[in-house]
Each structure stands twice: as C-alpha cells, then as structure tokens.
C-alpha cells in the first residue's frame, strides 16, 4: 500500500471517526446513566444541522458561532424533555425492564415527532451551504478544510467532556452512577438532578455535532437515523456506559469504514455497520471493551 | 359467548362486504384487514413476551418480495403460503440468535435486521440484477386478493385466542413475567420463544405476500421501518395485552392512517408519534386497559397481563 493511501485512509477515518465519537458520547450519556435507550438521538443531530444552516444562511451567522447556540439550546430542550417525559417513565417503572422498554418506546415517538417537525419546517429538499471548502494540504495528500476544523472541534469537545468525567466532583458522580447507581443514592448523590443535566448534555453533544456536520454534507430531515445507528454501533462497540470506550469506539468506526468505502466499495459502508451492530450484539452485547 | 357472537357477526360483515360496497372501501378494509393481521400477529408474541420486536417490517418485505419473483410462476395462493413458510424459517434463524437478547439490545437487533434486510437487497439488486425493482405481472384478481388476506386475518385472530387459551400460551406469559423462574419451573424457553416468533412471522410475511399484487411495483422500500412502528403503536393504544386490543387499535389507527397518510403525511407521521409518547406515559395498558378499568375498579394496579 502507498503511504499517501495510507495517510488518505487514516486521516478520513480519525477525522469521521472523531464525529462518530462526539455524537457516540451523547448517546452513552443517556444510556449509561438512566437506562434510556434514545433512538431519538439522531434527530436532534438533525435539528442541531438545520438550525446551524439556517443561522447561518439567514443571519449570515458564522456556522462555529452557531454551535454556541445549538449547544444551549439542545441544552435546555433536554433538561425540559427529560422533566416531561422521561422522569416520569423512571419515576414509574417497577422494573429496568419495564424502564428500558418504555423509555425505548417514548423516544421512537420523539423520532416521528422530530423528524416530522422538520419535514413540515425544512420541507424533503437538501440544503447545504458552502463553508471553507478549501483544500489543506498534509503528508502529500488534500483534505477539505472544513473537515479538519469539524474534526479537530469534535475530538475536542469529546476529550474535553472525558477529562471533565475524570477531574471534577460532578463527573465523580456522574461515573459512580453508571458503576453502582444504588451505592451512588446511599452517598448522597442527587439523581433526579443529575439524570437531567447528563440528558441535557448528551441532547447537546448531539445538536453541536449537528452543527458541525452541516458543514461538510447537504442536509435532509432523514439524515438523523443513520447516525443514531452508527451511535448505537459504536456504543456497543465501546461496551454501554463506557465513556473511553465510545470515543475509542468511535474512532476505530471511522477508520473502519473509511477504509472499507476505499477499498471496497462506497454503498457498502451502511451494510457493514448494520453487519456490525448485529454481530457484536449476538457475539459480546458487553462491547469490546466490556467486562 | 357474546365475543363469539361478535366474532361470527364481524366475519359475516366481513365476507359480504366487499359484495356490496364500492372498489375505494373494498381496498380501505382490505388495507385494514392487513393492518389487523400484522398487529394481532405481532402481539401474540410480544404482548406477553414482552420482547419488543421490531422485525415486522423485514417479514412484511420479506413476504412481499416472494410474490414479486415467485408470483407469476406459482400459481395464487402459492406464493402465500411459501411466503408464510420463509417467513417462519428466516424467524427460526434470527429468533435463535436474538432471542438472547434482552429488553432493547433485542429490540434494536430486530430493527437492525429490518435495515440491514432493505440495504443488502438495495445493493444486491442495483449492483448484480441490475434494477431497482420489480414489477407485478397478472396480478390476482381484487377479490381473490380480499379473501386471501381475510382468511389471513381469521387465522390470525383464532390463534391468538388458542394461545392465550392454551398451556403455551401460560409459558409465554411466564416468560414475560420472570424468564428465569419460568425455565426453572420447567418451561423450554427457547423453544416457546423461538417458535411463537416464528409462527408470528408465519403471519406477516404472508401478509406481505398477500398484499404485494396491490401495489403492482415494488422496490426494496417496501422494508419500510414505518411498518414495524405502526404495528407497535396499533398494538400498544388498542392493549397488547388481550386480544381485542391489537383489533381494536389496528382498525381505529388503520382507519387513520388510510383517511390522513396521503393528504397530510407529515401531520399524520408527528400525530403518531405523539400518539405513541401519550399511550407510553398515561395509557400503559392501552384503550383495552382503560375499558377494563371502567368496567370493574380494581383495588389497586390488577390487569391480566401487564404489556410493554
């Protein structure tokens, strides 16, 4: 293989991988913490893009800036979704079961809501506009620039939010909730709280990445499913509530399927994370990097 | 008795009406009819099971696309019933595998093998056959086609009051309640669980196969995920826990879905979503729960099967 193929490979592959693992995140927040399997997550990714694209194309807003609006935004939209909707389901399940089920069930109905919402707001045409689409050179082979900078914000938030969960109080508490949520309780930590500002902040790594994405591809309202998909993929690949184990997950994702799409062929790549999803939940539904 | 009185009343409507209405209400009760038969199949399994499947879609397709390329060489109802035969065969496999599964990894699995179905067969017939779909030729008759699927809905219904009736009925019950304690008192789980799921496949690739000839073309779109969604829905507001309730929903949401997909599809989509998120949080045992609770108060929280 030649060395520019391979820098091309790789740097694709971190590069998508690196918004695999900002939107992966978002969606292991959620699950990890409350058990609430929110296949709705996509679609917030997809409300975040719009709304970048509109800022942008009807303010002249410039799309980075947005990201400080579709983050707080998405923000309190989570914190008001989880008050009406999901506390009440955590509040009322007599089991994990009856919880996961029902929580499952709330957020497909989120899906048809959001997604049609769009549809009626946005209509079925792709948008899309053009921001530095500049070449940049690295290594002897061409990256878009836009992708870069998209990349390099992704990764950052995504690093950033773990070392957050490693060094401060709230991120001890958050991480001693995915361990033993009862223990958590007996030492005082506040969950109902805590349940709604992960929720919130996983909606909001959502809509950011949104936000990021419509940088680089054309939007349409459908777009959210197949990255709740690749979502869910990596954070089974990565094992469900293992925040390393998401964003390690996300970028071998990346790079998987960069490779695969230049190697192989382009309409595969959806086939293989389908493939893959089932087979790592008939094999180790623990994830890779599960005990 | 009066169930059965009702029954034997709604199977007389069923069979004159196509006789006496116009070709437009024919194929709405003919559209209502698949959508019944989907949603009663699809409670028998999951209603007591618990294992929310989203799989109904690819079994649908599946159904469907054995008409497309085996319709105009076997002659009808043939392909029917092959269909219903692949059906539970592709179950058997998939239920083997998934039904180990637990609450939402078996339900995204589930949606994932609709998805992964639709994608492999968009990539198969684009890049080896070289279409993008199929054409129906000589279609059966509309008539034929409105009996098939009745007779379809009938063996639907029936097996789902046998089955509650039955001692396999019992298990699946046990296995929704408590998996672990049902196989300790000597119930074969996996027998149960993977044969009620194919049996429920049985009866929706069937009615794939039934009501592919209406469309006349068809494509790999056909594995819609809204399918299995609908279904779902159907089966929780009408109470997937009884037998009424997946009729009952499956009529009400189907009329619905008839009279507003085509002229608001978007209002109708975000309606039911919504519909889905107000059953899940104040109607947990949908439209059959809430008559039950008029009918007779109970103490506390008593329903015969607590669904999803």
Known sequence: MKLTLLVDIVGAGLMTGGIYALVALGLNLQYGLMRVLNVAHGEFLMIGAYLTYSLHTAWGVHPLLTLLITGPAAFVAGLVLHRLLYARVVAESESREALESRSLLLSFGLLFVLQNTALLLWSADLKGYSYLSTPFHVLGTVFPANRLVAACVALGLSVGFYLVLQRNLMGKAVRALMQEPEGAQLVGINISRLHGLCFGIGIAMSAVTGSLVSMLFELTPFMGLPYTVTALVVVILGGLGNVMGSLLGGLLLGLVETASVYLVASDIRIIASYAVLSLILVLKPSGLFGR | ?308
């Open chain 2, 1 to 308: 008795m009066a169930a059965r009185l009702a029954g034997a009343f709604a199977l007389a409507a069923l069979i004159a009406i196509p006789q006496v209405v116009t070709p437009y209400y024919r194929s709405l009760t003919l559209a209502i009819l698949a959508d019944v038969t989907l949603t009663v199949a699809w409670a028998f399994f999951s209603g007591p099971t618990r294992y929310l499947s989203l799989a109904t879609g690819a079994f649908f397709g599946a159904g469907a696309y054995v008409t497309a390329v085996a319709g105009s060489r076997l002659p009808w109802p043939l392909p029917v019933v092959a269909a219903g035969g692949g059906g539970a065969v592709m179950a058997l496999v998939v239920g083997a595998l998934a039904l180990r599964l637990r609450g939402p990894y078996f339900a995204v699995f589930t949606f994932g093998l609709a998805e992964l179905t639709k994608h492999t067969l968009i990539w198969y017939e684009t890049s080896v056959t070289g279409t993008v779909g199929r054409l129906i030729l000589a279609p059966p008759a509309p008539l034929v086609l409105y009996y098939t699927v009745l007779a379809l809905t009938v063996l639907a219904v029936t097996t789902s009051v046998l089955l509650r009736r039955s001692r396999w009925g019992y298990a699946l019950v046990g296995i929704g309640a408590d998996e672990e304690r049902a196989a300790t008192l000597g119930i074969d789980t996996t027998r149960v669980k993977v044969g009620t799921f194919a049996l429920s496949a049985a009866f929706m690739a069937a009615a794939g196969a039934a009501m592919a000839p209406r469309w006349t073309y068809l494509d790999p779109q056909v594995f819609n995920p809204l399918v299995s969604f609908q279904t779902v829905i159907m089966a929780l507001v009408g109470g997937a826990g009884t037998v009424i309730g997946p009729i009952a929903g499956a009529v009400f949401l189907g009329l619905a879905s008839e009279i507003l997909l085509l002229k608001f599809r978007y209002v109708y989509m975000l309606a039911l979503g919504l519909t889905l998120i107000v059953v899940v949080l104040a109607l947990p045992s949908g439209l059959a729960g809430l008559a039950a609770r008029f009918q007779r108060r109970p103490s506390a929280r008593q329903e015969p099967i607590t669904p999803l």
